[in-house]
């Protein structure tokens, strides 16, 4: 029906409900002819279904999709689990992994934990399609840590290795630095009270303290903790221990190696 105008639509309509293939359901919205319809038998969609070509069956599932964009454009972002499935379905790899994405963070900021390791899982097959290395390893290591809140530490360090690995990959893929600025950077700030970590209390101090100095990890801008001096970490007993593995390439600004005493001594010495 989906090529049909409105007048042939409506006598197909009338067509497969005198068959008693579909009924009318009254009260529950309008459609196209102020009348919507349902399957007669849970049977029949999909007995359809399977009679559908692959490739007739991927344009119709895109065809709903772009349908439900434009129906629903002011509110993608609440349907992104039915249109990542249409667009999953269409095998489009690029909008599936958007809106499958999407659909993870949201379930996984409501702590519906199943439905956003569902939606990551099914996002990471095409992150990896398209060899989105540092896009993967993101939604990995946010995998791992659903994992983690869940219990399952094993699932969890065998996730955080796999998106380790995809994260070096990224690395190794990415262009090179770009070359020194011609000039300094210069922001205006007030004068901060102390550019020392374990003293610092306010605003002033702490913006320059974030310029200064790095951490194991990092949030970046959409939220998600990734590596920055830590290469790699592993959990152990139960996620009660954890093992970071700096990068090699890690240096203060006077070009001396960072070492894990100096994180030791932060921590400890105050």
Request: hydrophobic share 40%; proline share 3%; no cysteine.
């Amino acid at each position: 029906m989906s090529d049909l105008d409105e007048e042939a639509l409506l006598d197909a309509l009338e067509q497969v409900e005198r068959a008693q293939i579909i009924g009318e359901v009254r009260g529950t919205g309008r459609s196209i002819s102020g009348e919507r319809f349902a399957f007669a038998h849970a049977l029949i969609p999909a007995t359809l279904v399977e009679g559908v070509s692959g490739m007739r069956r991927r344009r119709l599932h895109r065809r709903a999709a772009q349908a439900l964009e434009r129906a629903h454009a002011q509110r993608l972002d609440g349907i992104a689990a039915q249109l990542g499935r249409h667009y999953a379905e269409a095998e489009d790899a690029e909008k599936a992994s958007d809106y499958l994405l999407k659909a993870g963070d949201q379930a996984y900021a409501v702590f519906a934990y199943p439905e956003a390791i569902d939606a990551y899982q099914q996002a990471l097959t095409f992150l990896k399609e398209q060899d989105k290395h540092e896009r993967a390893a993101r939604t990995l290591m946010k995998l791992g840590l659903i994992y983690h809140a869940t219990f399952d530490f094993q699932r969890s360090r065998q996730t955080y290795q796999e998106g380790f690995a995809l994260w070096q990959r990224a690395g190794e893929t990415q262009s090179t630095a770009l070359p020194p600025a011609p000039h300094a950077l210069r922001m205006t700030w007030r004068d901060p009270t102390t550019l020392d970590p374990t003293l610092a209390g306010e605003t002033n101090s702490s913006q320059i303290i974030d310029q200064l100095f790095s951490g194991l990890v990092e949030l970046n801008a959409e939220m998600e903790i990734v590596p920055e001096i830590a290469r790699s970490w592993e959990m152990l007993d139960n996620g009660q221990k954890y093992i970071f593995h700096l990068r090699d390439d890690a240096r203060w600004s006077d070009g001396v190696p960072v070492t894990a005493r100096d994180f030791e001594y932060a921590w400890n010495e105050f």
